[in-house]
């Protein structure tokens, strides 16, 4: 709080000592009772003086003054998007075409191919990122028998977080300035298209000629051929490559590349503590492995390679409850933690524990 001691009890000590000493202002007295109200004006008002001050700076300023004071850089938070499947359907379908699965809807966008389509979550969200079960027509179909999602093509998000957004409009502040073409240019253009989470982008150097982007989803996932067609569209469409016809300058010549993943095979001696059996245990170790992935792959961009320890995985599994011990880890065959190729992501493999 930017004042402090303007609390109503010293606002009046304030205006008392303002009056001669030789009249009371003892509690009760008239004094006392002209100044209370006037006291709890002046108290509300530096409380309200103190929210403006706060609001004043990126730092401290709530979401709507935070919003305000970005857009005086042209940013705004990201909205919530719509997430795209591939579905499959027994009949061929039309476009416009819309289904329901659990508390969602979907509406077919486009056909891939006979029987396969895309289509989009109406809901925006994360939610419509979670494979639902069997898709059921909203209006008749003749001859539908079944419909089933088999691929998340571009990831939903959430409305972006009051403090991912303070963060980022304070690092943008930081940032070297954005200049047609430049590597921050590149990482402002990638970040701001639907699906994309994180990059890294490689100059033109004397043995190659065109400036190379990898990137992963929104989920820190390898993104899928839909997506990596769509930012190459928007950055530097095929067959008008160095024409300037896309967010890259012209002469630039721009080629977008998926992370790559990497399987890992893990395998180790572990003590299961009575009454507990490996089959039951197994999809939390699954889970618990994922998670320690998936924060190896939100480093991915800041790093040069992500590496794998085996410390790591072993604490991963050892926090599954009903596991005692865990001994000799291999990872894919070896006993060492794993580096990654530059841009390589973990995806677990098979778990087998040693008998």
């Not at 990122?129 to 999602?149: H, K, M, T, V």
């Not at 699906?195 to 990137?215: L, M, N």
């Not at 067609?229 to 928007?234: G, K, L, R, S």
């Not at 059996?277 to 992935?293: S, T």
Request: with cysteine; charged share 30%.
């Amino acid at each position: 709080m930017i004042f402090p001691d303007k609390t109503l009890n010293n606002i009046m000590i304030d205006l008392k000592s303002t009056v001669n000493s030789d009249i009371s202002t003892d509690e009760g007295t008239l004094i006392d009772h002209s100044f209370r109200g006037a006291a709890a004006e002046f108290e509300q008002a530096y409380i309200e003086l103190g929210v403006i001050d706060q609001n004043s700076y990126a730092k401290t300023a709530d979401r709507e003054h935070l919003i305000l004071r970005a857009a005086e850089r042209g940013m705004e938070p990201y909205p919530a998007t719509n997430a795209i499947w591939k579905a499959r359907f027994n009949p061929d379908i039309k476009v416009n075409t819309r289904f329901s699965a659990g508390n969602l809807t979907y509406i077919c966008t486009e056909q891939i191919e006979p029987k396969i389509y895309q289509i989009m979550c109406e809901q925006k969200g994360t939610k419509g990122n979670i494979r639902q079960e069997e898709l059921l027509p909203i209006e008749y179909i003749s001859g539908f028998e079944n419909g089933e999602l088999i691929e998340l093509l571009i990831p939903a998000r959430d409305e972006e977080e009051t403090e991912d957004f303070r963060e980022r409009y304070l690092s943008s502040i930081k940032e070297t300035q954005v200049c047609s073409g430049n590597r921050a240019y590149y990482k402002k253009v990638m970040q701001e298209i639907e699906g994309v989470g994180a990059c890294k982008i490689y100059r033109v150097t004397e043995t190659e000629r065109r400036i190379q982007i990898y990137f992963l989803d929104h989920l820190h996932r390898v993104p899928s051929t839909t997506l990596v067609e769509e930012v190459q569209e928007i950055i530097d469409p095929k067959g008008q490559q160095g024409e300037g016809e896309g967010k890259a300058p012209i002469f630039h010549v721009v080629d977008i590349y998926p992370c790559k993943s990497e399987t890992i095979e893990i395998v180790s001696s572990i003590i299961i503590e009575n009454g507990y059996v490996w089959e039951e245990l197994l999809p939390e170790i699954e889970q618990k492995v994922d998670q320690y992935f998936r924060e190896l792959s939100k480093e991915w961009e800041k790093t040069e390679s992500i590496i794998v320890r085996i410390l790591r995985v072993n604490t991963a599994i050892a926090d599954v409850d009903g596991i005692i011990d865990i001994q000799n880890t291999v990872l894919n065959g070896i006993a060492e933690n794993i580096i990654l190729g530059e841009n390589a992501v973990p995806v677990r493999g098979a778990i087998l524990c040693r008998q």
